[in-house]
């Protein structure tokens, strides 16, 4: 009986995950359709942990890998969603690249119908050959200036 009500509520936890980056393209790397959940580390916080930030949702996924074209994958899925961004000013943007590749962005797309405010970020690091990619989505009420007094880039 405790073993299905613990089903039921992850079920439920990563339904609501995915339902927060509902029409994101990303949202197929959170899903584990680009690489494996089980190569990830992912890590998801709601509610009143982050009431601090200003912030209602903060899902990441952390992983490496070895090949370009995961990558590069990634980084197409990044630009199709920065599409949606809140506008082309590059006030509610932050974009580095190196060598003609993503390195590290944060992007605020169109607000929520309920009006929180919706970010996407992304950093992608080269360790000999290898990839380590970050990604996160961010839900809530903080402002782009907020997030980079709170996460400032390393």
Do not use: W
């Amino acid at each position: 009986m405790n073993r299905t009500i613990t089903t039921i509520l992850v079920m439920l936890c990563v339904s609501l995950c995915a339902f927060a980056q509902k029409g994101l393209r990303i949202n197929d790397v959170f899903e584990g359709k680009v690489i494996l959940k089980s190569k990830m580390q992912e890590s998801l916080i709601k509610g009143d942990n982050l009431a601090s930030y200003n912030l209602k949702v903060l899902h990441t996924v952390k992983f490496t890998t070895p090949f370009k074209l995961r990558r590069e994958e990634v980084e197409k899925l990044f630009y199709e969603d920065m599409e949606n961004r809140l506008s082309d000013d590059d006030e509610n943007m932050e974009l580095e690249t190196r060598n003609g590749h993503l390195y590290y962005a944060i992007v605020q797309l169109s607000d929520t119908e309920k009006g929180a405010h919706r970010y996407i970020c992304y950093q992608c690091r080269d360790k000999s050959g290898d990839y380590d990619i970050t990604l996160v989505y961010m839900e809530g009420k903080a402002s782009l200036a907020d997030l980079r007094r709170t996460f400032k880039k390393k």
